[in-house]
Nanobody, 116 residues
Framework: QVQLVESGGGLVQPGGSLRLSCAAS????????MAWYRQAPGKQRELVAA???????NYADSAKGRFTISRDNAKNTVYLQMSSLKPEDTAVYYC??????????WGQGTQVTVSS
């Protein structure tokens, strides 16, 4: 089992920046992929960024050039650095992990609101 706890969401003005954190605990050594998804009101949950062990990050087109996913293995934490935020980035952001046994895990979500 893997537990994920997100933090760092909040209210930010358009053009601003925010960094989300996701702390993983439990059977972390089985994790091979960590990612961030988001879900806006009335919309389906969508992938924002993903990072697989030993692989290059993947980003949604909407995130390319503005968001950066990174992992600190010493802290068992994955980050999503978001800049040049837009109102359409407003959503609940979820941390996701997958292990080598094909199990998926989700965090509880953190609200990001981009508004003036």
């Amino acid at each position: 089992q893997v537990q994920l706890v997100e933090s760092g969401g909040g209210l930010v003005q358009p053009g601003g920046s925010l960094r989300l954190s996701c702390a993983a605990s439990g059977n972390i050594f089985s994790i091979n992929t960590m990612a961030w998804y988001r879900q806006a009101p009335g919309k389906q949950r969508e992938l924002v960024a993903a990072k697989t062990n030993g692989g290059s990050p993947n980003y949604a087109d909407s995130a390319k050039g503005r968001f950066t996913i990174s992992r600190d293995n010493a802290k068992n934490t994955v980050y999503l650095q978001m800049s040049s935020l837009k109102p359409e980035d407003t959503a609940v952001y979820y941390c996701y992990a997958a292990d080598r046994f094909a199990n998926s895990y989700w965090g509880q979500g953190t609200q990001v609101t981009v508004s003036s």
